[in-house]
């Protein structure tokens, strides 16, 4: 956990609990360090590459929560720098609770998850909503993707916590199971193959050899 991050994320009742519970020595060296924002490093900006989703959170001006869910192609959050992030804001369901929120308060968190590598990174910012800027929508735009920009979001980062992986359950993206499936069905098929190739007489295998010979060549 960064020194900035606790020092957002450690209210005073926070600080309370933590010393009934025990925990607070273990956390004082996090919250006393300089206030400085992080910065994104290499190891962060290559997992937020990866990322086709994330969970967004923001607070209304009544004080409720409110956390949506922003999908996309892979790497259509962008790193513009080592303090900001960005994306373009796609045209959804039209409620705008989000968009609403951030006239009011414009402080997020972000919630990133690999739930192949059972990792996730947390992100506290504030965001910037940019309208009416072709150019700014342009390069965050994924290219061949359909969805439709209405804004631009861009997010300086106050701070990070990369988080415990326990409890995160280990699942993997359908494109990936199946080009798995592909290649053991694949390798299953060869097998066979080679097994009836080993049962056979020699005049069979004779054939199956010459039969394969004659595929591979008009192949």
Same mark, same amino acid.
């Given at each position: 956990?960064?020194?900035?991050?606790?020092?957002l994320?450690?209210t005073?009742?926070? #600080?309370?609990?933590?010393?009934?519970?025990?925990?607070?020595? %273990?956390?004082?060296?996090?919250? !006393?360090?300089?206030?400085?924002?992080?910065? +994104?490093?290499?190891?962060?900006?290559?997992? +937020? %590459?990866q990322? &086709?989703?994330?969970?967004?959170s923001?607070?209304?001006?009544?004080?409720?929560?409110?956390?949506?869910?922003?999908? @996309?192609?892979?790497?259509?959050?962008r790193?513009?720098?080592?303090?900001?992030?960005?994306?373009? &804001?796609?045209?959804?369901? #039209?409620?705008?609770?989000? #968009?609403?929120?951030?006239?009011? &308060? @414009?402080?997020? $968190?972000?919630?990133?998850?690999?739930?192949a590598?059972?990792a996730r990174?947390? +992100?506290? @910012?504030?965001?910037?909503?940019?309208?009416?800027?072709?150019?700014?929508?342009?390069?965050?735009?994924?290219?061949?993707?359909?969805?439709r920009?209405?804004?631009?979001?861009? +997010?300086?980062?106050?701070?990070f &916590?990369?988080?415990?992986?326990?409890?995160?359950?280990?699942?993997?993206p359908?494109?990936?199971?199946e080009? !798995?499936?592909?290649?053991?069905?694949?390798?299953i098929?060869?097998l066979?193959r080679?097994?009836?190739?080993?049962? %056979? @007489?020699?005049?069979?295998? $004779?054939?199956?050899?010459?039969?394969?010979?004659?595929?591979? !060549?008009?192949?």
């Amino acid at each position: 956990m960064s020194n900035r991050f606790a020092q957002l994320a450690f209210t005073p009742a926070v #600080r309370h609990h933590q010393k009934v519970h025990g925990s607070d020595r %273990a956390y004082l060296r996090m919250a !006393a360090g300089p206030e400085e924002r992080d910065r +994104i490093g290499v190891d962060e900006a290559a997992f +937020i %590459a990866q990322r &086709d989703s994330f969970y967004l959170s923001t607070v209304s001006e009544t004080g409720w929560p409110y956390i949506q869910h922003r999908g @996309g192609p892979r790497g259509f959050l962008r790193v513009l720098d080592e303090h900001t992030l960005g994306f373009a &804001d796609l045209r959804g369901n #039209r409620q705008y609770i989000t #968009r609403g929120n951030l006239d009011h &308060d @414009g402080r997020v $968190a972000l919630f990133l998850m690999d739930y192949a590598h059972q990792a996730r990174l947390k +992100i506290l @910012g504030r965001a910037r909503v940019v309208e009416d800027d072709p150019a700014t929508l342009a390069a965050l735009a994924v290219e061949g993707y359909r969805g439709r920009p209405e804004r631009a979001l861009l +997010i300086d980062v106050e701070g990070f &916590d990369w988080n415990c992986n326990q409890h995160i359950p280990q699942l993997l993206p359908r494109r990936d199971v199946e080009e !798995a499936l592909v290649t053991l069905h694949d390798r299953i098929a060869e097998l066979e193959r080679e097994n009836a190739g080993l049962r %056979a @007489g020699p005049d069979e295998l $004779a054939d199956e050899a010459h039969k394969n010979a004659e595929e591979k !060549a008009a192949g």
